[in-house]
Nanobody, 117 residues
């Protein structure tokens, strides 16, 4: 079982920045596909970004503003969020899956990001 713990959320003004961190307990962290999802109030959880090795993909709504990265030596994945917008307000979740898995079956508890005007 992979244990994921997110941190770094908070309250920020529009246009500001935050960096989320997700620490994983798994020693073979480098073999996992890592991702960030978010869920805004009253909305379904949506995919934000993923990293496979050094390959990254970001959903169109955050591309150019958010950057996913990982430090395998620290078993940690990051989400750098710049130029935050009101619509980025959500609970952000870290997720992991084995490369051969089709679904994300390891999830963190979530961290709240609130963007104010």
């Amino acid at each position: 079982q992979v244990h994921l713990v997110e941190s770094g959320g908070g309250l920020v003004q529009a246009g500001g920045s935050l960096r989320l961190s997700c620490a994983a307990s798994e020693r073979t962290f480098s073999n996992f596909v890592m991702a960030w999802f978010r869920q805004a109030p009253g909305k379904e959880r949506e995919f934000v970004a993923t990293i496979i090795g050094n390959l990254t993909y970001h959903v169109a709504s955050v591309k150019g503003r958010f950057t996913i990265s990982r430090d395998n030596a620290k078993n940690t994945v990051y989400l750098q969020m710049n130029n935050l917008k009101l619509e980025d307000t959500a609970v952000y979740y870290c997720a992991a899956r084995a490369i051969t898995a089709s679904t994300y079956d390891h999830w963190g508890q979530g961290t709240q990001v609130t963007v104010s005007s």
